[in-house]
C-alpha cells in the first residue's frame, strides 16, 4: 500500500474510534492527528475532498462514508 494511503487508513481508525467511543461527539483536532501520523496535510485534504472526514474548524469527524471504508480496512 502507497505511504499516502496507509495514513488515510491509520487517521480513519483514529477517527473511528474517537467517534465509536462518543458517537455524539467524536472530534479530534487537526494537532492531536498530526502528533499521531506525522504530516498528513495531503492525508485529510484527500479524506475531506471524498467525504470520508468532516472538518470543523481545527477538529476532525469521520463520516458515515468514512466509517464505512475504515470497516472495510478492518477497524
Known amino acids: 500500500m502507497h505511504d499516502n494511503a496507509q495514513k488515510r487508513v491509520d487517521i480513519l481508525k483514529t477517527l473511528y474510534m474517537a467517534r465509536e467511543s462518543k458517537p455524539t461527539n467524536g472530534w479530534v483536532s487537526?494537532?492531536?492527528l498530526k502528533n499521531?501520523?506525522?504530516?498528513?496535510a495531503f492525508a485529510l485534504d484527500v479524506l475531506?475532498?471524498?467525504?470520508s472526514v468532516v472538518q470543523d474548524g481545527y477538529k476532525y469527524r469521520i463520516t458515515g462514508t468514512g466509517v464505512l471504508l475504515a470497516e472495510e480496512h478492518g477497524v
Open 48 to 51: 475531506t475532498e471524498t467525504q
Open 36 to 40: 499521531a501520523h506525522g504530516n498528513i
Open 30 to 32: 487537526g494537532h492531536d
